[in-house]
C-alpha cells in the first residue's frame, strides 16, 4: 500500500453527536457534497444518518441521485440539493423524491414539467440570497418567486418544504454582514409566510455559524467542515475546543531512503540544497493525490518521531523530506495529517502552510488514494 487516507467513522459520529447537542431542538444536515468533502460520501452519510442527522446535503443532483442509488431511500432521509443549472437532472430528481432547491424563477417550469412527466409532486426549496451574493434570489425578486411557488403548491404540483439562505462571513464573527444576513433572512421568511407557505424547515447556518452564533440556528443547521472533526474558525477555537475531532488522516510509506552528500539539489528547479551530507526520504503523494504543490518547501509531515518539512517542489505523485542524521527505512510510515494529538501535523497545519483553508486540503485528497473506514477509531 503505497498511501491511503484513513477514515475514523466513530469520530464522525461523535461530532455529529456533539453538533446535536449544540444545536438543541434544531435538526442536523449532514453535509456530503464533493464525496463528502473527500471522506466518502457513502459511508459518511450512513453514519451520520447512525448518530441522529436527520438530512442529508449535497450540492449537485447527481451527488444526491448518487446517495439515493446506494439505498438511502426518502423513508431514511430526505436530501437537499442546491445547485441545477437547465439540463436538470429533473425527472429523475422528483422520481427519487429529493428536495430541490429553487433559486430563481427560471427553474420553476423545468420542476413543473418533471412533475408532470413523473406523476407526482416535487419537494422544492426556496432560496434567497440574503447577501452573500452567489446563488438565490434577490430581494426584489423573492416576492414573484414566493407567489409562483405558492400557486404551484396550490395546484397540488409542488410541496415548499424549506426556505432557506447562506452566509458570506460567518467565519468572521462578528462581521457586520452576518446580522445583515439574518434581517434580510427573517424578512424573506414572513414574506414567505405572508404569501401562505409553511416550509417545514428554515435553515441559514453553516459549520461556523452553528458553532459561533445560536440565533442563525433555526429549524436546522447544514454542517459539513465541523461533522468532519475541523474548525472552520480556527482563530476562533481548534476542533477540540469545539468538541470535534477530525476525522481523515493520511498517511503513506516511504518509497525510497539514500545518503547524498552536500550541496545536493532536491526536485523540480533544485529549489532545495542540502545544507550537508544527509539522508533524503521519499514520499509516494503528490498533487495528483492533493498535496498542495504551494507547500513545496513548507508542508509538515511526521516521520521517525519528528515533525519534518518537505524539502523543495511537491511534484505530481512525490515529494522528498530531509531527514538530517535520522535514520528511516523504506516502508517506513509517513503522516502527513492526522487528528494531531500524537505530535504529527493537522489538515490546519497544511491549510495554513499552503495559503488555503482545511476544507480544501481535505476535499482535494484525490481519487488515487483509497479511502479506508475505521468503524471503531482503531
Ligand atoms: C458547503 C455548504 C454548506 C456546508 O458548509 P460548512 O461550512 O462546511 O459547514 C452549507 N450550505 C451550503 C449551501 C453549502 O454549499
Not at 452573500?132 to 404551484?152: I, S
Not at 547524498?260 to 544527509?278: A, F, I
Request: glycine share 12%.
Amino acid at each position: 500500500m503505497r498511501a491511503e487516507a484513513l477514515i475514523d467513522l466513530a469520530a464522525l459520529r461523535g461530532n455529529i453527536a456533539a453538533l446535536r447537542e449544540r444545536v438543541g431542538s434544531a435538526g442536523v444536515m449532514s453535509v456530503v457534497k464533493a464525496d463528502a468533502y473527500g471522506h466518502g460520501a457513502i459511508p459518511c452519510a450512513r453514519a451520520a444518518l447512525a448518530a441522529g442527522a436527520s438530512w442529508l446535503g449535497t450540492a449537485t443532483p447527481e451527488e444526491a441521485l448518487a446517495l439515493r442509488a446506494a439505498g438511502i431511500g426518502p423513508d431514511q432521509a430526505p436530501v437537499l440539493c442546491w445547485l441545477w443549472t437547465p439540463g436538470g437532472p429533473w425527472r429523475e430528481a422528483v422520481a427519487a423524491d429529493l428536495d430541490i432547491t429553487v433559486s430563481g424563477l427560471w427553474a420553476l417550469p423545468h420542476v413543473l414539467d418533471a412533475v408532470r412527466a413523473v406523476g407526482r409532486p416535487a419537494r422544492v426549496q426556496l432560496k434567497a440570497d440574503t447577501g452573500l451574493g452567489r446563488n438565490g434570489a434577490q430581494p426584489h425578486d423573492w416576492p414573484e418567486l414566493v407567489a409562483a411557488a405558492r400557486a404551484a403548491e396550490a395546484e397540488g404540483l409542488i410541496k415548499v418544504t424549506g426556505v432557506w439562505s447562506h452566509f458570506a462571513c460567518a467565519d468572521e464573527p462578528g462581521h457586520p454582514s452576518v446580522t445583515a444576513q439574518l434581517d434580510a433572512y427573517r424578512s424573506a421568511l414572513e414574506i414567505a409566510e405572508a404569501a401562505g407557505l409553511r416550509p417545514e424547515v428554515r435553515h441559514i447556518a453553516n459549520s461556523p455559524a452553528t458553532l459561533t452564533l445560536p440565533e442563525s440556528h433555526f429549524d436546522l443547521v447544514r454542517t459539513g467542515l465541523a461533522q468532519y472533526g475541523l474548525s472552520p474558525v480556527p482563530e476562533v477555537g481548534s476542533p477540540a475546543d469545539f468538541g470535534l475531532r477530525p476525522v481523515m488522516s493520511l498517511v503513506a510509506r516511504v518509497a525510497q531512503v539514500k545518503r547524498v552528500p552536500r550541496g545536493h539539489g532536491v526536485s523540480y528547479g533544485l529549489t532545495y540544497t542540502t545544507p550537508g551530507e544527509t539522508t533524503l526520504a521519499l514520499v509516494p503523494l503528490g498533487y495528483a493525490d492533493g498535496i498542495p504543490r504551494h507547500a513545496s518547501s513548507t508542508g509538515p509531515v511526521w516521520l521517525a518521531d519528528k515533525w519534518r518539512t518537505v524539502a523543495g517542489r511537491v511534484a505530481m505523485d512525490q515529494f522528498v523530506v530531509d531527514l538530517g542524521g535520522d535514520a528511516v527505512e523504506v516502508g517506513d510510515q509517513v503522516v502527513v495529517f492526522g487528528p494531531g494529538d500524537r505530535g504529527e501535523p493537522t489538515a490546519e497545519d497544511w491549510a495554513r502552510a499552503a495559503g488555503t483553508i482545511s476544507y480544501e486540503i481535505v476535499t482535494r485528497i484525490g481519487a488515487r488514494v483509497p479511502r479506508r473506514y475505521l468503524e471503531d477509531g482503531g
